[in-house]
C-alpha cells in the first residue's frame, strides 16, 4: 500500500515540478519588485494625466494608475513601463493579477528590434472590478502598424524583450487600473 502511495506522489511530483520551474515572477512587490516608471502622452505634445502609486489594501500591495486619456494633440496614452531581462526557457505568456474599472488595457512588449518609441508589441485585456489573474499567451501579441513597422518582425523572440508596459490607450477615457502581479508562464 505505501509503495502505491509513494508512486502517485513521484507522479503528481513529476507533473508539478515542471510547471513550477516554468513560472518566473517579473513582479509581485513582496519578494520580487522592479523599478516602474509612470508617463503619458505629454512626452510628445499629448494632454492625457497619469497618476501613479504603489498602494496596500487588506495586506495586499498593488500599483495603482489613473488618470485622464486623450486623443487631443495627437495623444492618447498613459502607462507605466519597465525594464526586464527574459531567460530562454519556454515561456508561452504573461500572467497579470488586476482589476480596474471594466475597461480595456494593454501590455506592451518592447524588445531590441522596436526601437522607436511608436514601436512595440502588444495585447489587450479587460480590468474587471475584481481582482483577477488573467492569462495573456504570446501569441496574443500583434506587432503595431505605423511608420517603419514594416521592418520589425511579426513575432518576437522572448531574450530579445526590453520591457513591458501597462497602458491604457486608444480612445479618450477616465483609465483606472490595479495590478498586483506580473509573471511569466
Known amino acids: 500500500m505505501i509503495m502505491l502511495y509513494m508512486k502517485r506522489l513521484i507522479i503528481i511530483i513529476s507533473f508539478i515540478f515542471p510547471l513550477i520551474l516554468m513560472s518566473k515572477v517579473i513582479d509581485n512587490l513582496n519578494d520580487k519588485t522592479i523599478e516602474w516608471i509612470p508617463f503619458s502622452d505629454q512626452v510628445m505634445g499629448g494632454i492625457s ?4 502609486v504603489e498602494r496596500k489594501e487588506n495586506g495586499l500591495s498593488y500599483y495603482h494608475m489613473e488618470g485622464k486619456v486623450s486623443t487631443e494633440n495627437n495623444g492618447g496614452f498613459i502607462q507605466f513601463r519597465a525594464e526586464v531581462e527574459i531567460d530562454n526557457a519556454p515561456y508561452n505568456g ?3 493579477k488586476t482589476r480596474g474599472n471594466g475597461e480595456e488595457y494593454y501590455l506592451f512588449i518592447r524588445t531590441s528590434k522596436t526601437r522607436l518609441p511608436w514601436l512595440y508589441y502588444g495585447s489587450s485585456f479587460i480590468a474587471s472590478e475584481e481582482w483577477t489573474w488573467l492569462d495573456i499567451p504570446f ?3 500583434k506587432k503595431s502598424d505605423g511608420r517603419f513597422s514594416r521592418f520589425v518582425p511579426e513575432e518576437f523572440d522572448l531574450t530579445t524583450i526590453k520591457s513591458i508596459g501597462i497602458v491604457a ?3 479618450d ?3 483606472d487600473i490595479d495590478v498586483a502581479g506580473l509573471e511569466l508562464y
Open 49 to 52: 494625466e497619469v497618476n501613479f
Open 94 to 96: 504573461i500572467k497579470i
Open 139 to 141: 501569441s496574443s501579441f
Open 169 to 171: 490607450y486608444g480612445k
Open 173 to 175: 477615457f477616465y483609465a
